[in-house]
């Protein structure tokens, strides 16, 4: 299933830099323009997406889970 | 409190571009150099934070939250 | 930008059963096999994505969202 | 303590069907009328709870966590 | 359908302070032994659990969704 | 990067009570008046903020990941 578009307003784009892999979950590290995004997903999903270094993808965040500080 | 470090591994520092006003939660832009980044929260904190176009922040995400997709 | 795989294990398709709109956020039911599966996303994401009873869509859910209770 | 009701929306009853442990986090894996539901959660919950395949579960889903993309 | 137990580890009982009503979401906050917790649900939940100031309630946060900082 | 002050409207101040370590993600147990508020967060960030049992932090719950039941 190809998907069109999708409401997640944050889309950062990049290339996967390293996958720490564990049993259930992995962090996989994006480099993008904004520097580096880290995302925890199951590692299944990482075996299922053929996620590896240098592979290009979309590292998506609903606005709902954003916080904003005051620096 | 001031907060010396926090775990959240995604941290975007911008400038607040625009804010949507609801009667519970409102919608907060940040300008950063990766883009846009748009956060959800409470309209108290809005209020508490003294949020307004041009105050400096910082977007925070935890690393569970974000997804990755292929392209 | 179109998405051929995305690591969100739970998929849901069905159709935009209503629409509730708020100022900032509104509220998304989605009819499918499963029953209706209730979403939250920002209003302009509602717009963005042209969203209106009828319309096909698939409702996503990452796999560290979903609680387990014992009944 | 025993739950009369709760807010959460998104409520898919069926049975576990695989566990996979982790030192943390656990995936459990849900057979419903939808499909297979993924839920990661701490290995102290799937032990508190008695989890193990066969032992019917409701997985529960808050409406803000849901994504909606179109296809 | 009443439930058992629930995989939620962080559970604070309470009783219901105020409500911030929204169109789509409202703002429910609960009064603990720990302070007030604050809690954005759908106006629709609020509404099917009769909340309202009095009411006693559990508010419930999924380990994952804690962040720690460092003071 | 010091932060003044922060959106999330719950916070539970307290001091690191256990961590069970995981390769990827570890689980922090954090007493406080309210009891143990337990959290799951990366490994890299449990090092990097160097949490070991005995050391202050709070724990912190964005509003919008706090579901209500009632009891």
């Known amino acids: 299933m190809s998907i069109q578009a999708i409401n997640v ?3 950062f784009r990049g290339k996967v830099k390293a996958i720490i892999d564990g ?3 992995s962090e996989v590290d994006v480099e993008t323009p904004a520097g580096i995004v880290t995302s925890v997903i199951t590692t299944r ?3 299922d997406l053929g996620l590896e270094p240098g592979v290009e993808v979309v590292a998506l965040v609903k606005a709902t889970e ?3 500080a005051k620096i």
């Open 9 to 11: 307003r944050n889309q």
């Open 23 to 25: 049993p259930v979950v």
């Open 45 to 47: 999903s990482v075996r």
């Open 66 to 68: 954003v916080s904003i």
